[in-house]
């Protein structure tokens, strides 16, 4: 069988051009896929997890009611318990996952607070001038990449939407634009640049900064390792152009001043467009982890680090942000969606998962599964069942299922629980 326009559910990209051949139940061909989309597919039958629940100090395998029985005896049970993850599932179970946390007064998270949850508050103290990517290929004639490294970790960014790609006033692609990358190291995003800017580390905000004061017609010499006139040389080409766009990543949302330096970022855009048009985007991580915060606003009126123990939401990174909540050991019992904080989170806060009654949703074995207490397999959704997820500009797009699969998606999961915790 073979399905055309599969949108890829790996990163943030969302690709809807994959073409995805299936033989006796299993993929046989990706086309038009980078590596790790690729890998995704033709791997999605290995390292499944089993319907797992650790007795005597080991997993041991169970039939599935057993353990979503007791997924919901220890939800029920718990004074403070906490949902995570749902960056790498579709939006139904997003939805409930958050219906889950009122029913049972959590706290509930999504991989945003450790990513570009610092995004989300610039643009709530600022706003954003943003644009879809669309427009991006369509008339972007200046493409800025700040902190982030398309080139290895959104393989096909470059093609399909802001570099090469030809567009309805681009029809020269590459030729025509100007590709800007400013990072505190040479990546293979500076190698497909025609201008690379070397920052000093930790001083991305001070170079923002800097153009924003140049546009205002000060000049404050030397920053960031940045040469005064190349600083005004820049300005005036950021100026100059039709349609300019920055992207930006990690290298300025998780190093020192996170949050100011999108403010910053997010700031000189707005001044940019008194000369010319400009937008912003944020390079997300996740395919969906758009969807989780957009979820999670129209549930709750907050995207991220959300608290129902009072009986309504309430909002507060750095208090209930998972890392906070688990780092300071406050939760009792932890219920992780589509992501693997073992791997990621620092050491304290992974070990008080270890130490609480922890479940995991998860369609393959992660480090998060060998610690948890309970553990329940789940279809992979874009491959293994549908759903809907959320490009980084903010596009919904729908994901299909292309193989039939022996477990339930999230979302058959979670409505499962929920009628249990409600029994
Ligand atoms: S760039 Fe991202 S969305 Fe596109 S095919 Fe690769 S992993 Fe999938």
Known sequence: MIYKNIVCPLCGCLCDDIEVVTENG??????????FSKSKFLNHAKDRAKPRIKKNGKLVEVPIEEALDEAAEV???ADFPLIY??????????????????????????????CHGPTIQAAQDCGAAKCTLGEVKNRADLVIFWGCNPAEAHIKHATRYSITPRGLYTESGKKGREIMHMDVRETKTSKMANIFVKVEPGQDYELLSAFRAVLKGYDGGDVAGVPSETIKQLAEKMKSCKFGVIFFGLGLTMTGGKHMNINAALRLVRDLNDHTKFAIIPMRGHYNVSGANDVMTWCTGYPYAVNFSKGYPVYNPGEFSAVDILARGECDAALIIASDPVAHFPAQASKHLAKIPTIVIDPKISLTSLIAKIVIPSAIAGIECDGTAYRMDGIPLRLRKVIDSEFLPDREILKKIIEKVKA
């Not at 299993?26 to 590596?35: G, L, T, Y």
């Not at 139904?92 to 049972?104: G, K, T």
């Open 85 to 114: 993850g749902l960056s790498s599932t579709e939006t139904d179970a997003q939805r409930l996952a958050v219906e889950l946390a009122e029913l049972i007064g959590a706290s509930i998270d999504n991989t945003s607070s450790v």
């Open 75 to 77: 939800l029920k049970k």
């Open 26 to 35: 299993r993929v046989a061909d990706v086309k038009n896929a980078c590596a």
